[in-house]
Every structure is written in C-alpha cells, then in structure tokens.
C-alpha cells in the first residue's frame, strides 16, 4: 500500500517560510524557539518544535547537528519558491535599472547582451548570464556574406530591427568574394524578413529547379549554411559578469566544488548546454541545487528566464547564485531585465 503523501498545513507553511527566509538572512540553523518567538507566529514553542519535526520527516528540513536548530533543503526552499510565484512581485518600476544598461554601440547586439549579463551580475552581486541566440532562427533585413581566408567566411545579420550580428563560419567549400556577393544578392532578394532555417529549407527544395549555372553556387551556399548549423550546434554563445562575486563567497559553497564549477565556465560548451536545456515559455524558473542535475552547481541556485520578441524565444539569461539567494528581490530582477532586453531587441531602431 503507497504511503499517504503529506499535505502541509497553512500552520506548516507559516513555520517553513519563516525557517526559510530567516536562514537566507543568517545562514545558519534555525531553532524552533526563534520561529516560536516572531510576531506572525501565534503557536507554542512546543507546536512549533512538532511542526519542525514533522517538516524534517517529510524532508523539508534538515538539522544539521544533534541539538541545533534546522535548515531548508532543496524541498524546503522549493516549497518556499513556489509559494513566492503565488504571490504578486513587486512592481517591475521600482528596480532601479538605468537605460544606459541596455544601450549598445552603433546597434551591435552582442555589446546588449554583454550589458545585460554586467547588469544581472551588478544588481544581485552574483554570476549574471546571457545566452545568445542562434543567427539561424533570428528573421533578418539584410544579410552579407564576406570571405576573410581561404576557409573562413563571415555572416553579417542585420536584424528586422536594425540590430546586427556577425558569425564566422570555419567551411571547406572554397568561394570567391564575387560568389559570395551573389549569394548575399539572392538571398536578400528573395529571403527579407525569413531566417536562415527557411533559406536552407527552401534551397535543399528548390535547387534543382535552377539553371545548371546558377545551381552549382546555390549547391555551395547550402553547404555553407549546413556548416554553419552544425558550427551553431556546438558553440553556444554565452555571456558571463560577475565571476568575482561567487570568488568572494566561499563560505557559501565547496571549495572544490567551486573551482570544478570555474573551470566549466572557461570551457563554457557544457554549462551554456546545460542552460539552454532549461529554456522555457515560463516567464521565470527557478532550478535548486539537485534540480539541476549537474554536481558541480549543486550548492547553486539558478534564476532564468527567456527573452525575445513577439512569440519567438531567443535565449535565456539569469543568475547563479548561492542557495542562499534573497529570492524576493531576485526573481524580479531577472524578469525585469528579460523584459527590458526583449523591448529593447524589438523596438531598436
């Protein structure tokens, strides 16, 4: 027979928010005649005691030493987040997030998204990240393709809103710059306002229909993009600020931990990966520690949400943090500069 699964109380939460939020604020156990004497708390010290109890059995409670007060676990501080997420934030107005943090030069989108990243990073004193979208699903005005070495050919994107984007392609298909012009004519003569996914597409359909001349350019101008597609599979752009600010708090994490988790980041394939694996239409999520699956940010808690425009999804962008993350003040922000970033990308003129 399955075992009844525990429903908690409005009392039980009562006692588990209070234990959670007072250890975010101080960082060690919580005792039960501390919660007992907070001013929200109408029941006695020995409710309290049975109530803590029974959070610890369920699993949502921890105590740590024979005689001490208890911590949250993963489960307690999940519980806790979602109760947030029932809750209204703030309103997005009063985080004091200046223009300036998005602006970029002369419209290069990567200077925003590495703004962005400096602005996560500066606002919750943590790793602020920015995951780049992938130029092939990104709708463009205008598009150049330019020979820079024998096997190198840069794309130039000029976003529907002016922004631009640039990608080297490593290709072992030889091209001249006159055939590379061409292709940029016929692409931006026939693709404006498409993506580099629809071209493909419509050339692995159409070629055949080409004059024998022209055929042979648009063979390779499909390879190329084919290389790139495979290039864009395996090099996810990330960008990180704030590095120092996790350096700084190593009693918050295992310090061998900690270094496995830096020498991630300067590899970055594998955490921006695993990051992008957690992209989703929720307008914030919230992943801690063993929720994430990934022993090195165990002792991590990661805030994510996903920017873009209209109804197409770009990329993400967040915080990894401590477990011990002011969640209220947290949460918020990430949603704020998400949609700060989506405005921006959407109306950049």
């Known amino acids: 027979m ?13 006692v588990l928010n209070l234990i959670v939020e007072s250890y ?29 109890a029974k959070l610890e059995e369920q699993g949502y409670l921890l105590q740590p ?31 004091d997030i200046a223009p300036d943090d998005f602006r970029q030069t002369r419209g290069e989108f990567h200077s925003l998204l590495v703004n962005a990243s400096k602005t996560l990073s500066q606002h919750s004193d943590n790793l602020g990240f ?37 990608e080297v392609v490593d290709t072992h298909t030889y091209f001249t710059q006159h055939e590379l012009d061409r292709a940029s004519r016929f692409i931006n003569e026939k693709f404006k306002g498409k993506n580099l996914s629809f071209v493909h597409d419509y050339l692995i359909k159409e070629v ?12 390779k101008l499909t390879s190329l993009i084919e290389t790139y597609f495979n290039q864009e599979d395996k090099e996810h752009k990330i960008f990180l ?35 992008s694996e957690f992209i989703s239409l929720d307008r914030v999520k919230v992943l801690i520690g063993s929720e994430m699956n990934f022993p090195e940010i165990e002792d991590c808690s990661l805030i994510l949400a996903h920017y873009g425009y209209d109804e197409q999804v770009l990329g993400s962008l967040g915080i990894i943090g401590p477990k011990r993350l002011p969640y209220k003040r947290i ?4 949603d704020c500069v998400a949609q700060k970033l989506s405005r921006t990308i959407s109306t950049h003129k």
Request: aromatic share 8%; proline share 5%; hydrophobic share 40%.
């Open 65 to 95: 030493y024979t005689s001490a007060g208890r911590i949250p676990t993963d489960k307690g501080l999940r519980s806790y987040v979602n109760q947030l997420f029932r809750e209204a934030f703030p309103s997005w107005t009063v985080l």
């Open 130 to 166: 920015v995951i780049s979208p992938r130029i092939s699903k990104i709708q463009f005005k205008y598009l150049r393709l330019i020979k820079i070495s024998e096997e190198k050919v840069i794309i130039i994107l000029v976003t529907i809103f002016n922004l631009v984007l640039t």
């Open 208 to 219: 055949p229909s080409y004059k024998m001349k022209f055929e042979d350019l648009l063979h």
């Open 241 to 275: 600020d704030g590095t120092s600010n996790l350096l700084e708090k190593p009693e918050l994490f295992d310090m061998e931990r900690l270094h496995s988790l830096f020498r991630n980041f300067e590899e970055k394939t594998r955490l921006t990966k695993l990051l």
């Open 331 to 334: 949460i918020p922000l990430v």
């Open 24 to 52: 975010l604020k101080l960082g060690k156990p919580i005792s039960s005649g501390s919660i007992a004497a907070k001013e929200q708390v109408t029941l006695s010290p020995a409710t309290v005691r049975n109530i803590m």
């Open 2 to 14: 399955a075992e009844k699964k525990y429903i908690l109380r409005d009392k039980d939460l009562t």
